[in-house]
């Protein structure tokens, strides 16, 4: 199963990547996961295009650094929670996604991941408001 969550989570990715060698170098080099406070965490921005309307989304991922999630696990998961969210939000086989170094003034879609010792929370906030999904890990992997 985890296996299977890290090949699909690193084949989406492949999908969005740019096709310019510079970005593709650009991003390989980039560390994805940060560090601090014994706490792993993960940002990503995309600007989705679907209508002709622009969708800013930001992506937060966080876990303890220690005794609960690998940095691997961890990668998968976010990645291929966020990149499944994003792809269920186009409406149309035209509509584009590209990376943003950072959000241009305010993310229209937050993604937060939290993943903890007991579980995960998914947490999505819209201009709707926020709605959170929370299982334990045992669920997940039923």
Known sequence: ?????????????SCVLSTNAQNVS?????????IFNGKMTAT?????TSG????QI??????PAQGVISRDNFIAFFTALCTEMIAGM????????????????????????????????IE????AGPNRVTMQWS???K
């Open 26 to 34: 650009e991003k390989l080099l980039k560390d994805i996961v940060k």
């Open 52 to 55: 002709g309307k622009s969708i």
């Open 139 to 141: 669920d997940l992997f």
């Open 1 to 13: 199963m985890k296996k299977t969550i890290f090949l699909i989570a690193i084949f989406l990715s």
């Open 124 to 127: 999505t906030i819209t201009s």
């Open 90 to 121: 186009k409406t149309d086989p035209n509509d584009k996604t590209v990376d943003l170094d950072d959000i241009i003034g305010k993310a229209d879609i937050e993604i937060n991941v939290y993943m903890a010792k007991s579980g995960i929370q």
């Open 44 to 48: 990503d921005f995309t600007l989705l």
């Open 58 to 63: 930001k992506a937060y991922g966080e876990a």
